[in-house]
């Protein structure tokens, strides 16, 4: 199919999510810590393969300030687009901010880019995409913990969006990627 798509000069780019969720649909702790993965960290999900289809990363403030906290920038290299009202001080190279309608936002990634666009989160932005038509694929890594409350995937919304699965992986330590593409109404 991509390679149909790319031939007929169609963009084979995808906007997607690839994320980890407790199996009771949790992203992190109420207070935003992730500490419950670190235990899950040696299990070959699958991101060195996925991050080389990646050219653009649309992450949340919180979210980017947490990765910033962790020490040397991770995305090095790749086109960076912060969703924020407030400003970012000395942000890393190739760093920019988005304050505009999402809706634009994903006009304006499927017009300029040919690799795919990441939704890093958290949870609020990748609901933005999902809810203005703009993510095509969502990956969750359902990991075996039960953290009882927390910072929800999906958050609370008025609409509603139908999913398809593409496939099903049982990984290491219990965990269990589930893939699935974005359908269209229509």
């Known amino acids: 199919m991509t390679i ?3 031939f007929f000069g169609v963009s084979a780019m995808q906007i997607r999510g690839f994320i980890a969720a407790s ?3 949790y992203i992190a702790r109420a207070d935003g810590a992730i500490d419950w993965l670190d235990e899950f960290g040696d299990v ?3 991101y060195e393969r996925f991050i080389e289809q990646v050219g653009t990363i649309v992450i949340g403030r919180r979210t980017y300030d947490q990765v910033l906290g962790f020490g040397d920038w991770v995305y090095q290299g ?3 687009i912060v969703v924020s009202h407030r400003p970012v001080d000395d942000p890393p190279p190739d760093t920019e901010v988005w304050s505009g309608d999402i809706s634009d936002l994903v006009a304006e990634l499927r017009r300029s880019e040919t690799r795919d666009v990441w939704v890093i989160g958290g949870a609020d932005v990748q609901r933005q995409f999902l809810d203005a038509g703009g993510l095509d694929r969502i990956e969750v890594h359902v990991i075996p913990v039960l953290l009882g ?3 929800p995937l999906w958050p609370p919304s008025e609409l509603e969006h139908r999913v398809a699965l593409n496939s099903a992986t049982v990984l290491g330590k219990g965990m269990v990627r589930l893939d699935y593409g974005i359908r269209r109404p229509g």
């Open 78 to 80: 790749l086109r960076t």
């Open 149 to 151: 409350r927390g910072i």
């Open 23 to 25: 199996l009771d649909g």
């Open 44 to 46: 070959d999900y699958g």
């Open 4 to 6: 149909l798509r790319s």
